[in-house]
């Protein structure tokens, strides 16, 4: 399990630069099993250096590519892919947590409302500036889920909200309480 502070959705990309001993090896087992790992929001506790709490809601990412960077490190990319739900969390020697978890449900995709297509044009120019590796995230005609989790992800939110509106189930209540935080007036 890998707890960081950020909050990772199914389909959304998490760049990574790996150091530390525990992760490194958690890397190495993930790439020989061909697993992914778990990806948790850090509730209290450090992101380097010691064990984190974590939120009991997370995503499953799995490693699509990796280099070794020119400064030695080792650099990832990882896809979320499937939402689980912790069931217990292990601590082992090196800190390395070990979670068992159930996968949740896959959600059913809905549709955009006409009144919140600028939210669509928002998050392709938000992934057209960001450029490489994020711009191919864009998609046509995206549903109101995989609009709200981009912009979840991208947007300067604090950690809480974003793990707030992760933990709403509903893609459109997700994108509708998205709207709210981003531009109030266009939500009334």
């Not at 010691?50 to 995503?59: I, L, N, Q, R």
């Not at 896959?106 to 669509?120: H, I, K, R």
């Not at 392709?124 to 709200?148: I, K, M, T, W």
Request: proline content about 7%.
């Amino acid at each position: 399990m890998f707890p960081l502070n950020v909050v990772l959705f199914p389909g959304g990309l998490l760049p990574l630069r790996i150091f530390e001993p525990r992760y490194l090896r958690m890397v190495s087992e993930c790439l020989r099993a061909n697993e992914p790992f778990a990806v948790a929001a850090i509730v209290e506790g450090p992101e380097v250096g010691g064990a984190a709490s974590t939120a009991t809601t997370g995503t499953l990412a799995r490693i699509i590519d990796w280099q070794q960077d020119e400064d030695g490190l080792l650099g990832l990319l990882c896809q979320g892919e499937q939402v689980f739900a912790l069931e217990q969390v292990v601590e082992e020697h090196d800190q390395l947590l070990r979670a068992s978890i159930v996968r949740l449900p896959f959600v059913e995709p809905q549709s955009v409302p006409d009144e919140l297509s600028w939210m669509v044009r928002l998050l392709d120019d938000l992934l057209q500036r960001l450029g490489s590796p994020f711009d191919r995230l864009a998609v046509a005609n995206p549903s109101a889920d995989q609009v709200a989790a981009r912009l979840t992800e991208l947007l300067p939110l604090p950690l809480a909200e974003k793990q707030a509106l992760f933990e709403i189930g509903d893609g459109l209540q997700r994108l509708h309480r998205l709207c709210g935080l981003v531009r109030p007036e266009a939500c009334d």
